[in-house]
Structure formats: C-alpha cells, structure tokens
C-alpha cells in the first residue's frame, strides 16, 4: 500500500485550519494541524512533510520568523512552503515572502480550486522522490549484495584450491622423498615402478590444480588418469 505524504497546516485561527483540511481532503493524504510557529517546528523534528501551507499572520512567532528557522534546518530546508496570508502589503510582502524560502505567496480569500492545484502538484513530487529514493536504496542493496556474492564466490574456491595445493605439495614431497630411497640398484623393481606410477598421478593432479587457478584458462580441467 501507498504512504500517504504529510501535510503541515500552520494557522493560529481553527476555522482557518477547519477550511484547509475542508480544501485539501480531497487529496486523500495526511493533513496534520499546527496552531503556532513553535508547534510546526515541533512537528517538523519528527515528521516528513511534501509541503507546508503557512499563515504569515501569527502572534508570537510570525510566518516570516518561523520560515526562517525550517530553512536553517538541513532537515526541512528543502520542504516547499506556500505562504497564505489576509494582507496584502503590496509587492514588497510578497518579495519578503519568497526571500524567506516561500514556493508560493497566495493573498486570502484564494480560489480553493487554485490552492488544491497548487498542492496536489508538490504532493506528486513529494511522492516520485519517495519512490526514486526507495528504488536508489533497493538498487544499493542488489549491488551491494551482488558484489558481495561475488566476492564470496571468488573468495571461497581460492581457500579451497590453496589448501588442496598445500595438501598436494605434502604428498608431492613424500613421494620424493621415497624416490630417492629407490634410486639405486638393489631396489625393488616393483616398488621403483610403484613410485614412478606415484610421480606420474601427483604431475596430473598438480596440472589439473594449476589449471583451476584464475586467469590460467577456461573450461573443465582434464581428469588425470587413474591407471
């Protein structure tokens, strides 16, 4: 199921939020009120939110002020906030307006048409962001997990081949060993072709070990022969 995004409604006056949340439900996303500056900065250190709608008009911590605190933010800088504001000071209070990081400076009373418009398009963008990130971090995962494998891949035949070859060299000295026992004229006939035999199967297997090694060729390595 699809995460509803988060939108902040900041107004000190109830019937203002109660026609905001009238406007935006439409929308089908999650509206969350905030009464003061203070209160939306609360909420803003817990919460993610695709856009903020916020009065300018408020005691205490005005619009302007508390705009100011969320772009200092890294968290919530990046947040588009539309300014909804009673007064219209001319196009100085606009400007002041967008110089505080507004998106959108709308003079009240609005076209509710016009505000559902203009926040549907931020929750869209809010929402592809989402998805790109999770698919960025799923992408992450399956390559990490790829490399990984693949390092284990590698990994574990190159333990495995180092072993068989020191196991190979210990043989491979023993059987030297005992053909320099051989190497005179009262030996056993038997046992000299016995350990030539030996000598023989150890060349094979230490061919076919070596041709194991990476980069030493491809394909299937020959068996050597048992007789």
Request: contains cysteine.
């Amino acid at each position: 199921m699809v995460q509803k995004a988060k939108i902040l409604l900041v107004d000190d006056r109830p019937e203002n939020l109660l026609a905001l949340e009238a406007i935006l439900s439409a929308l089908d996303q999650t509206l969350v009120r905030a009464s003061s500056g203070e209160e939306a900065l609360k909420a803003l250190l817990t919460d993610d939110f695709a856009v903020i709608l916020l009065d300018v008009q408020m005691p205490g911590m005005d619009g302007f002020e508390t705009a100011a605190h969320i772009k200092r933010r890294e968290r919530t800088r990046d947040i588009p906030i539309i300014f909804l504001t009673a007064i219209n000071h001319g196009p100085h209070h606009t400007f002041r307006g967008y110089a505080a990081g507004a998106v959108d400076y709308i003079s009240k009373p609005f076209d509710p048409w016009v505000l559902r418009a203009k926040v549907s398009v931020f929750v869209e963008l809010y929402m592809k962001n989402c998805q790109l990130r999770e698919q960025a971090a799923l992408l992450r995962l399956q390559l990490e997990g790829g490399a990984k494998a693949a390092a284990e891949d590698t990994k574990e035949p190159a333990g495995l081949l180092a072993e068989l070859s020191a196991r190979l060299a210990a043989v491979e000295e023993q059987a030297e060993a005992l053909s320099k026992q051989l190497d005179d004229d009262s030996a056993d006939a038997a046992a000299v072709a016995t350990a030539a035999h030996l000598e023989r199967k150890l060349t094979g297997l230490r061919r076919a070990l070596d041709a194991l090694e990476p980069g030493t060729g491809s394909g299937a390595p020959s068996v050597p022969s048992q007789n």
